[in-house]
């Protein structure tokens, strides 16, 4: 089994920083793509930052400059420090992962439960 578990949300003010953390566990040979994706009411679930597993990222156009996406292998956790934070980035934030398990050869797409990340104004 593997499993996808997200921390670090919570409510802070605008212009604050959080750091969301993501750890995989289970039966993992190895990780692909990691990514944190968030989903505001009434709106599509989008991806906010991604990386894969030799470090190449990308970001969505507002969290540029703003976020920073990470991952430490060794550990199968991928991180995403948030600051400068606005109201509009107000959602639930699911982690996402790309994984190749044990005697397996091919990568599924694994999701976190999500995490609340509330910015006041």
């Known amino acids: 089994q593997v499993q996808v578990v997200e921390s670090g949300g919570g409510l802070v003010q605008a212009g604050g920083s959080l750091r969301l953390s993501c750890a995989a566990s289970g039966s993992i040979f190895s990780i692909n793509f990691m990514g944190w994706y968030r989903e505001a009411p009434g709106k599509q679930r989008e991806l906010v930052a991604g990386?894969?597993?030799?470090?190449?990222?990308n970001y969505e156009g507002s969290a540029k400059g703003r976020f920073t996406i990470s991952r430490d292998n060794a550990k199968n956790t991928v991180y995403l420090q948030m600051t400068s934070l606005k109201p509009e980035d107000t959602a639930v934030y699911y982690c996402?992962?790309?994984?190749?398990?044990?005697?397996?050869?091919?990568?599924?797409?694994?999701w976190g439960q999500g995490t609340q990340v509330t910015i006041s104004s």
């Open positions: 990386i894969t597993s030799g470090g190449s990222t």
């Open positions: 996402y992962a790309e994984i190749v398990k044990v005697s397996g050869s091919v990568s599924y797409a694994y």
